[in-house]
């Protein structure tokens, strides 16, 4: 049941992200836009809701499905509501053979979550990034934009509590 | 006809005004500065604490008053391990380079040397360079000289200096063996570049005298010129040489530290030299040269034909000649074409396009506009993965500036040509970087591979045809056409011509990116380069292609890097991933690291990889937890042979690469886990026996406590002992024993 957009059905996207899909509908093959769109979106509200993807759909007149496929197909994109801080760990061969998995347990233990988890308070999630491309200061994690290199179990606790005293302040 | 004639020169003439404007606004910039700071600014060195570091100076230049003292971004200098470094330049002297910097360090570095004129000289770079020089020589070795005479330059100048009575202490030489940079001075045997005397009591001002250059064909011209110039203060105009930027400033700022003087940098050549965010530094270094030379004089013809004869090769890992690639686009029927550039780097382990994505996006653009005007393109995208916010924001703000100067749009340099170029972002999948894949994705679908033919060139984006390269191979375009495709080919090895960057990471002292001439041996770049293994261990392995490469032996390593030499060891080129693997890593282990990339990455689309990669993993689990049945080697075999035959794409036919590899190369190894149960590199878990050792155990009980199965007895202050028959080896008693007396067997 897809909705023409008349004008008159209320969006939940805000404005401006409105107004950009509506541009990329003008421009020569809009569908290529999808990825660029919901990048916008994700950015915006964190993650994609059902809701946002039908928006989407919508607004930039592609189907619905492709949307999701799009939205399910691609790591970067996240259907469920993340932690304030999103850890992201790497994968990477160069952070693997220094020890990453050992910095993986590190965090679960002093996050009390598993990899793909959230914690209780909303404040931390948990995921496995692809390469990161800072291999030569292996193991690294990424949380939100910013990079920790060098990474050792022991300093897990450390970053953890200055992030939660941060925002405790 | 003769307006054709007219035309010829008018788009070099408009280049050649833009280049003066451009140089001399940069001129009086410097001669409004006394020192610049240089500091790192890409995703590594940010990471590496490179912000808290520019924080601090701009705290303390604000403090001082001083408006002569300016910071100044780069990029990555490819030097990992060491970052974040900070380069501290003044006209005519070389360049003091610090490592690792903290803030504690930037108030020393401030107060002592930027005030003070005295370098700091336990935070060097690699602590290679001396605090006060009378005198400062870099040589630069021409590599392609092959004549019988060629001496010891550096050694003779130094014995010379020496017999003259001149303190080892008071020079400083550094030499360089970059065979590939000799561009304007080819029948010379050394290029050397001699920095002012140091004279008085360095004070921090800027000397005006810039540095001199000569050229060197033989013993008694450099006799001379150490006995006049040096020693006399005479100079000899008559072995002057002319001023090479490419390599003129790559000496200037390198010469002295040996990770950067067995490097050739073609790609990297801009990276952490300019400021990555100011297209008037990559002006300045005859950015956008070669692409006003191509448009106007060149037809696209002669593009194409010139990138064949340089004999590029696509850096993105086939390596697939560039020339027929771009001719195929050329020759096509339809008339919209469409070109790529392929900054979906996701190979783990290779960071090399992030590097020049962050720190020299300008040739980048450079090399698409003359692929462009080649293959008959109007419009452009780089795709770049997500997973690189700062390069995506580079790329962005340099589009925008050439845009801006001319070089991007309608009737670029005044030409009849017209090209632009948009940005199309990845999002987390690794299968974009193949090339169908990554045009679906663009096109704005999921992005999963077709079977080829059709090639892109015939059929890319929306049907039209299409020319994708990666990023390395873009930024190679344009030193193709600087110095010209024979000199390009005369590096490399024979059927592999010109440099290579590799990114180095893993059990390796100087991480970092490497670039060097096609046919460097594993070796030189691993050991030379790279520094060797770390904390006295021996080297195992490398690996290299990422996860559609394999591992190479120590056995191989002299083996020389080509695409060629790699294949036929059963490894790829890749894209220039190498990570070295020491005894203490289990190449099963290893393998199966690599096999679970590949099938968590895997589209799905195809039988073979979607379920082979599976059924693989899950025999590589089984032999790793040590419940392997008898034939499970074989199977392995069987079923990696078969996926390579039969999958769709690239990734599904590599996939393979790692089990294959490790399979040829350390078979023992997977037969000790299949027969004897055995890890030999104490890795996999469930391979390691856990005992106590009595001459350490004190009977503290700690490990009988963290023991989840309570099979550790013993009464306290006594030796314990483990119950191997309840152990289940999750390893708990030996990260709790604070005594080392848990041993693994």
Known sequence: MTKQNTGERAYTLERDLQDFIASCRKREHPESFLITVLH?????????????????????????????????????????????????????????????????????????????????????????????????????????????????????????????????? | MD??????????????????????????????????????????????????????????????????????????????????????????????????VTAEKVRRIFTEHILGGQPVIDFLLDKKTKNKYRHQIAFFKNGAYTG????????????????????????????????????????LQYYMIIFPEEKARNTGSTSDADVTRYGVTKPADLDRIIDSHLLKGEAQPDLFAAADPLFDRYLKMYADIEFFNRQTRFTLRNSGIIDPENIDEYIFYDGFAAAARVLDGMSPQEVVEAVKKSGLRGRGGAGFLTGLKWEFAQKAATPKRFII?????????????????????????????????????????CYIRAEYPLAIKRVEKAIEMARAQGFLGKNILGSDFSFDLEIRLGAGAFVCGEETALMHSIEGRRGQPRTRPPFPAASGLWGCPTTINNVETWANVPVIFLNGPEWFARLGSEKSKGTKVFALAGKVINTGLVEVPMGTTLREVIFDIGGGIPGGKVFKAVQTGGPSGGCIPESLIDTEVDYDSLAAIGSIMGSGGMIVVDEDSCM??????????????????CTPCREGTLRMYEILERITRGEARDGDIERLERLANLIKKTALCGLGQ??????????????????????????????????????????????????????????????????HTIDAAKCIHCGECFTTCKFDAIRKN
Do not use: W
């Open chain 2, 654 to 719: 590599t996939a393979p690469n790692p089990v294959l590899s490790t399979l040829q190369h350390f078979r023992n190894e997977y037969e000790l886990h299949v027969h004897s149960r055995r890890c030999p590199a104490k890795v996999c878990k469930k391979l390691i026996q856990y005992e106590v050792n009595p001459e350490k155990c004190i009977g503290c009980s700690a490990c009988a406590r963290a023991c989840p199965t309570r099979c550790i007895s013993g009464k306290p202050k006594t030796v």
């Open chain 2, 588 to 605: 099963v282990d290893v393998a199966k690291y690599f096999l679970e990339f590949t099938m968590s990455e895997s589209c799905g689309k």
């Open chain 2, 341 to 381: 550039c392929n900054a979906d780097e996701g190979d783990p382990g290779a960071f090399m396009d992030r590097s020049t994505l962050e720190g020299d996006p300008f040739s980048i653009v450079e090399g698409m506009i003359i692929g462009a005007y080649a293959t008959g393109a109007s419009q452009g995208y």
């Open chain 2, 3 to 100: 307006e054709e004639v007219e035309r010829v020169g008018k788009i070099l003439e408009r280049y050649t005004t833009v280049q003066n404007e451009t140089k001399e606004r940069l001129a009086k910039l410097a001669n409004e500065r006394c020192i610049e700071i240089q500091i790192g600014d890409a995703t590594c060195e940010n990471a590496a604490g490179s912000q808290v570091a520019r924080n601090e100076f701009e705290k303390l230049i604000e403090a001082s008053g001083r408006k002569d003292i300016v910071i100044k971004k780069t990029g990555c200098t490819g030097r990992c391990s060491a970052e974040p470094i900070v380069g501290v330049l003044q006209r005519g002297r070389m360049p003091f380079k610090y490592q690792s």
């Open chain 1, 40 to 169: 916008k979106v994700q950015a915006r509200c964190g993650y994609l809701s059902n809701e946002h993807m039908q928006e989407v759909a919508e607004l930039l007149g592609v189907p619905a499905s492709t949307v999701s496929g799009v939205a399910t197909f691609y790591h970067f994109f996240r259907l469920k509501p993340q932690g304030k801080y999103m850890i992201n760990f790497c994968l990477g061969t160069a952070c693997y053979v220094r020890g990453a998995p050992l910095v993986v347990d590190a965090f679960r233990e002093v996050l009390g979550i598993e990899v793909g988890e959230t914690t209780k308070d909303c404040l931390f999630s948990l995921e496995a990034t692809r390469c990161l491309g800072v291999c030569g200061l292996a193991p690294v994690a990424m949380i939100n934009e910013e990079v920790y290199g060098k990474l050792t179990p022991t300093a897990i606790p450390g970053i953890i509590d200055t992030i939660r005293r941060r925002e405790e302040a």
């Open chain 2, 148 to 187: 019988q005479d060629v001496f010891d330059a550096a050694g003779r100048a130094a014995s010379r200096l020496a017999n003259a009575g001149v303190q080892k202490e008071e020079v400083k030489i550094g030499v360089s063996i970059n065979p590939g940079l000799f561009i304007a001075h080819e029948s």
